[in-house]
């Protein structure tokens, strides 16, 4: 997205500098900075945890196909 702001002069400068240091375009510095900062701002999630158990399925049962068998429940359902 194209869009017009401005920006204070000493983080212009400080801005312009990064990009001269790192042979980066300007634009692809004031992104990597906006990306950081956004970051920075957003609520820290906790980690989930959690303690897995034995599904107790009998043996020959796929439990990675079980929406298989929910979607032609569904098409016997609607025939």
């Known amino acids: 997205m194209r869009t017009t702001f401005t920006l204070e002069n000493d983080i212009a400068d400080q801005l312009a500098k990064v990009a001269k240091e790192t042979n980066q375009p300007f634009k692809v510095v004031v992104n990597m900075v906006l990306r950081k900062g956004l970051a920075d701002l957003a609520p820290a999630i906790e980690p989930f945890e959690f303690q897995p158990h034995a599904g107790g399925l009998l ?9 298989e068998l929910a979607w032609a429940a569904d098409d016997e359902q609607f025939r």
């Open 59 to 67: 043996p020959g049962i796929d439990d990675r196909r079980f929406n």
